[in-house]
């Protein structure tokens, strides 16, 4: 069966690192989103990707970077961790105008 | 204002009881309306599309009003299990983005 996987599941790191949370689909969807959600904000788009070499700032994009080299991955990069990162993180894919499917999330911690 | 508007509740309900939701949007030009449940700690999973002539699912039905931007989720006899956060979810224009609500969290009682 087709499915969206996020690695890792939970993740703690310290200020300054950079780390890197990964998302896999085997829909072969051609869009792909992160989101960050945290309590009173309700899920916020971090970045997307329309296809293979395709990425875009969504509203909370600072601090955040993505690349999208093959359909199936979209991994997504703190270039510099803060504790302001600290959240729960949601990856979904879709095809163009039809709902999104979403990871099982990965909840980092910043310290 | 925001894009997607629905009251936070919680609204508590017993068992078998009827319970509406309310969504109202600002983009007018918002193709495609969906409603998502997501359970405590989890990923958001869709419930339902939302379509012009309103459409049913077993106890669950949802209509849509284009000119008032308002769109409504109807759950009848409530169960246990069916509480959990409800997101109204609305595309962008162009079809390729979700905006969502911040959720309407439900509970229901024995």
């Known amino acids: 069966d087709a499915e969206i996987t996020q690695s890792p599941r939970h993740k703690i790191t310290e200020t300054g690192r950079q780390v890197t949370l990964a998302c896999h689909q085997t829909w072969n969807h051609n869009n792909m989103f992160w989101y960050r959600q945290d309590l009173g904000h309700g899920l916020r788009l971090i970045h997307y990707s329309y296809g293979v070499q395709d990425t875009n700032k969504g509203e909370v994009s600072d601090g955040y970077s993505v690349s999208r080299s093959n359909t199936e991955d979209l991994p997504l990069t703190l270039e510099s961790a803060a504790s302001s990162q600290t959240s729960v993180y949601f990856c979904?894919?879709?095809?163009?105008?039809?709902?999104?499917?979403f990871g099982p999330g990965t909840r980092l911690t910043v310290l | 204002r925001k894009e997607v508007e629905q009251d936070p509740g919680p609204f508590n309900v017993p068992e078998g009881a009827t319970v509406a939701f309310n969504c109202t949007y600002s983009n007018s030009a918002s193709q495609s309306f969906f409603w998502y449940r997501q359970d405590c700690r989890k990923e958001p999973k869709l419930l339902m599309s939302v379509y012009s002539s309103g459409n049913e699912d077993g106890r669950f039905t949802a209509q849509l009003n284009r000119a008032s931007q308002y769109i409504s989720l109807l759950i009848r006899d409530s169960k246990l299990s069916d509480s959990a956060t409800y997101l109204c979810v609305v595309t962008s224009p162009n079809g390729n983005k979700l905006v969502f609500g911040a959720g309407t969290i439900l509970r229901v009682k024995s």
């Open positions: 979904a894919s879709s095809e163009p105008g039809q709902p999104q499917y």
